[in-house]
């Protein structure tokens, strides 16, 4: 499968942004599916993750402010981000969960797809 991410830009911290993941192939609906970030001189960390059925996670630092959503019928992944914050600011990844116990961690994933530049001004 390939995955494209979109939907990033600048927003003043407080405001909103919606990121779409486009994925190919049939088998989209088969896969856990998630987001991930990486800002500059940083790791690459876990945002958030939905399974095929619908069930999510969340990184305790976006909780409540995050949505993961998904459309099999649209192949489309959505994290509606409210309520930025600057340490918000990365490129975030969508990517497909292919095993692992740790839903958190990159090594689960793959198909990781050109990110999208989500920058936030104090």
């Known amino acids: 499968v390939q995955l494209q991410a979109s939907g990033g830009g600048l927003v003043q911290a407080g405001g909103s942004l919606r990121l779409s993941c486009a994925a190919s192939?049939?088998?989209?609906?088969?896969?856990?599916m998630g987001w991930f970030r990486q800002a500059l001189g940083k790791e690459r960390e876990f945002v958030a993750a939905?399974?095929?059925?619908?069930?999510?996670d969340y990184a305790d630092s976006v909780k409540g402010r995050f949505t993961i959503s998904r459309d099999n019928a649209k192949n489309t992944v959505t994290l509606q981000m409210n309520s930025l914050k600057p340490e918000d600011a990365a490129v975030y990844y969508c990517?497909?969960?292919?095993?692992?116990?740790?839903?958190?961690?990159?090594?689960?994933?793959?198909?990781w797809g050109k990110g999208t530049q989500v920058t936030v001004s104090s």
């Open positions: 192939g049939r088998t989209f609906s088969n896969y856990d």
């Open positions: 990517a497909r969960r292919v095993g692992g116990s740790v839903w958190s961690s990159a090594g689960g994933y793959d198909s």
């Open positions: 939905i399974t095929w059925s619908g069930n999510t």
